[in-house]
């Protein structure tokens, strides 16, 4: 497993940008499909998009498509969420998850192929 702290999270007014990381520890990162996830009041967690290990493939949730986007840096150990167009209904606790060893992208929705997920953070969209 990896350890996964996000960070970036905030008040923001519909229609605006926030960027969202999320760090990792252990050896395993720079090989993982990383996904990242939200769950809002009332809701089940839900499937927000998921990156490659390499960078080469991502996919999105229908509902975010063309408005957010996922990064990562090996390097660095980190993953990335960037934003835009926020709507009221994107509030909610945002989760970066670490997919098992050796899965690819495909199937990056399903929660039970990550085995580490971070605390979450909080994202309040404002109409």
């Known amino acids: 497993q990896v350890q996964l702290v996000e960070s970036g999270g905030g008040l923001v007014q519909a229609g605006g940008s926030l960027r969202l990381s999320c760090a990792a520890s252990g050896r395993t990162f720079s090989i993982r499909v990383m996904g990242w996830f939200r769950h809002a009041p009332g809701n089940e967690r839900e499937f927000v998009g998921a990156?490659?290990?390499?960078?080469?493939?991502?996919s999105y949730a229908d509902s975010v498509k063309g408005r957010f986007a996922i990064s990562r840096d090996n390097a660095k150990n980190t993953v990335y969420l960037q934003m835009n167009s926020l709507k009221p209904v994107g509030t909610a606790v945002y989760y970066c998850a670490a997919k098992r060893p050796g899965l690819l992208l495909p199937g990056s929705n399903i929660q039970a192929t990550y085995d580490s997920w971070g605390q979450g953070t909080q994202v309040t969209v404002s109409s």
């Open positions: 990156i490659s290990w390499s960078s080469v493939g991502s």
